[in-house]
């Protein structure tokens, strides 16, 4: 079985920064491509940044101002986030897609963590 959990998410003032974390746990064989996505409040899910290999991927709403990065050897996802605006509000989701064997994967997500931007 696998889980996924974000942790780092709390509240912070306009410009202020923050770090996300996101851990993989369980067995399973790789992990691919692991990426952050978040959902404004009223709003659908939208994909916020991406890592696979050496590649990243940025939605234009944060580019410039959040990081992503990861460290395969603890299987964790890491996003920086900096300058932060009140529209940066949102549940931030960790997602990972999980190999649990050479040929067979799975998209797994974790439950979210709230990051509140407010003065």
């Known amino acids: 079985q696998v889980q996924v959990a974000e942790s780092g998410g709390g509240l912070v003032q306009p410009g202020g920064s923050l770090s996300l974390s996101c851990v993989v746990s369980g067995r399973f064989f790789s992990l691919g491509e692991m990426g952050w996505y978040r959902r404004p409040t009223g709003k659908q899910r939208e994909m916020i940044a991406s890592i696979n290999g050496g590649r990243t991927n940025y939605a234009d709403s944060v580019k410039d101002r959040f990081t992503i990065s990861r460290d395969n050897a603890k299987s964790t996802v890491y996003l920086q986030m900096n300058n932060l605006k009140p529209e940066d509000t949102a549940v931030y989701f960790c997602?990972?897609?999980?190999?649990?064997?050479?040929?067979?994967?799975?998209?797994?997500w974790g439950q979210g963590t709230l990051v509140t931007v407010s003065s």
């Open positions: 997602n990972a897609v999980v190999w649990t064997s050479k040929d067979s994967g799975l998209d797994a």
